[in-house]
């Protein structure tokens, strides 16, 4: 697998992912078939423009399994979105993406690096604790009859607070210090 930076003729790919992954990622948290359409070509043109050096392809035999988008802007840094095809997840190409990226905003020496993620996704919030993140906040919505917590565990309450996720996303922050050797990672 080669991680590369992302060129005009990637986009068609980059697109499919975009709406496949998400709508598949949704159907299973949500165990009901939902349908996200991609982001219009525009969207992404407009990503490659302000930051070409951080829009990154994760690519195989010519097939683009996964991307990356990366926006630094002096010392802050954010990254989305990150998608993998359907079918190559689970095989290190999202790893190896967000490695990749978070090379580039050392090269860019960004600071703090944030990105957002669905909280009941395992894996995406386990990849980014994985390389260096860490939760820095969320946004959750009154419920108006909560359950009684008498008799809950930490798991039952953890499922509940993310049942109430608004946005079903939390913000994460890399902080690191400059002096950090990016082998640690």
Not at 22 to 47: A, C, M, V
Not at 88 to 111: H, I, N, P, S, W
Request: hydrophobic share 35%; with cysteine; aromatic share 10%.
């Amino acid at each position: 697998m080669n991680i590369r930076p992302m060129t005009p003729a990637d986009l068609p790919q980059v697109e499919e992912i975009d709406g496949t992954a998400f709508s598949d990622l949704l159907t299973r948290l949500r165990n009901k078939p939902i349908h996200l359409p991609s982001h219009e070509r525009e969207y992404f043109e407009q990503w490659m423009k302000c930051d070409p050096d951080g829009a990154l392809v994760a690519e195989s035999d010519g097939r683009v399994n996964g991307f990356i988008f990366c926006h630094a802007r002096g010392r802050m840094g954010w990254i989305g979105p990150l998608a993998i095809r359907v079918g190559e997840q689970g095989r290190g190409v999202g790893k190896k993406l967000m490695l990749a990226g978070l090379d580039y905003f050392d090269k860019r020496k960004t600071a703090t690096v944030g990105l957002d993620t669905f909280p009941e996704n395992p894996v995406s919030v386990s990849l980014y604790l994985k390389t260096g993140f860490r939760i820095v906040g969320g946004l959750l919505r009154k419920v108006s009859q909560p359950r009684s917590r008498s008799r809950q565990t930490s798991d039952k309450l953890l499922e509940d607070a993310t049942e109430r996720a608004e946005f079903w996303r939390f913000s994460y922050g890399r902080f690191r210090n400059r002096n950090e050797s990016t082998s640690q990672r």
